[in-house]
């Protein structure tokens, strides 16, 4: 059983994952912050690969990949640093990010070496699905990496359910159709979690985008297994405190 299914398994409420961008604020922050979210009560970290032209992310998490990437930070440099990863680290870590630097560093390569590290699984959102079937999901199959798949409030039914049975670990639900960092409120959005959960899907569902603060965390959490929050932890993270005790003040936020 992955990581992931262990996590689902003993915890099917309120599961927290927290975004973080591989090399911020610094280029040797990785390690420090997967440490820090871990021992501060994240059950599931999600960490960037940051890239120049990231679709999907708002402006505080394409400033957070501008600065990973002027600190040197690339796909090599990160699972050089991912190699010790689970010496201190037992939560599951998934990467999140694009296709164009994965295959630049050739996706079979990525797959082994995301293996090798000790990661779970990765998130792709510019992934087609007929490109994951055909090509790309069996390589991540044969590596032991879940893939997860975004629904949004748009996405038809049948698709949900095709993603549903196609993504293993959970099914990331975007909250609205907009890049992350929007204040758009989850309350003006319950019909659409309440529609995922009457669906019976297999994979247990997470929401993200918009997840900002324990009432956001707690209205997300109503008819979801948990929720994602990036753009607010990025933003703890720039404002000058040490890693440590900014991610300890911003989680019990959350969490108390």
Do not use: W
């Not at 021992?39 to 690969?49: K, P, S, T, V, Y």
């Not at 032991?144 to 049948?158: A, C, K, R």
């Not at 997300?220 to 405190?241: D, F, P, R, S, V």
């Amino acid at each position: 059983m992955s990581r992931i299914s262990e996590l689902f398994k003993k915890k099917s409420k309120k599961v927290l994952n927290v975004y973080c961008t591989a090399g911020f604020p610094r280029l040797d922050s990785t390690l420090e912050v997967l440490k820090a979210l871990e021992d501060n009560g994240a059950d599931l970290i999600e960490l960037g690969m940051p890239y120049s032209d990231p679709l999907a992310d708002g402006p505080v998490i394409q400033a957070s990949s501008t600065k990973a990437l002027e600190n040197g930070m690339t796909i090599s440099t990160l699972f050089g640093q991912l190699k010790v990863m689970r010496t201190s680290i037992s939560v599951p870590v998934l990467l999140m990010g694009y296709m164009n630097p994965v295959l630049q560093y050739g996706f079979e390569k990525f797959c082994e070496s995301a293996a090798e590290a000790g990661v779970d699984g990765l998130i792709l959102p510019d992934l087609p699905i007929y490109e994951f079937e055909t090509e790309y999901g069996p390589v991540m199959k044969k590596y032991g990496l879940d893939f997860i798949f975004l629904v949004t409030p748009e996405t038809s039914e049948e698709r949900v359910r095709k993603v549903d049975s196609l993504s293993s670990g959970f099914l990331y639900a975007v909250s609205s159709s907009s890049t992350t960092g929007k204040n758009k409120e989850i309350n003006d959005q319950q019909a659409y979690f309440e529609r995922l959960g009457r669906m019976g899907l297999r994979n247990p569902v997470l929401v993200g985008f918009g997840i900002r603060d324990k009432a956001s965390f707690e209205a997300a959490c109503l008819h979801a297994n948990g929720a994602i929050i990036g753009t607010a932890y990025i933003k703890a993270l720039e404002n000058g405190k040490a890693v440590g005790p900014a991610t300890r003040d911003f989680l019990d936020t959350i969490l108390k």
